[in-house]
């Protein structure tokens, strides 16, 4: 006698993950990744600046707390390439 096929059993789905979705908006001048923050408001990104990382309420805010991030990250970048060169003309 013959067995019989039994389907095969489908696997089951343990744990849902949800994904965030994120919007990409453009003022002309600034390119912004936003991304709905679990408590509220957004984590604002560019993808023309992976450094650049900050939170705000409204897209507005998200322009300008960028733009401040963004002046912040300059004025850092500045000061370690004068600190590189006077240190590189030490040793030379």
Known sequence: M???AT????PRVLQFC???KS???SD?????TLTPAEE???VVTSPLDPELVTE???IQDAFRMAR???RSLRASRAKLLRKLASSSRRSA
């Open 56 to 58: 705000a309420e409204t």
């Open 68 to 70: 401040d991030a963004l």
């Open 2 to 4: 013959g067995t019989a």
């Open 7 to 10: 389907a095969p059993s489908r």
């Open 18 to 20: 949800s994904v965030a």
């Open 28 to 32: 002309g001048k600034l390119v912004l």
């Open 23 to 25: 919007y990409t908006a």
């Open 40 to 42: 509220g408001g957004f």
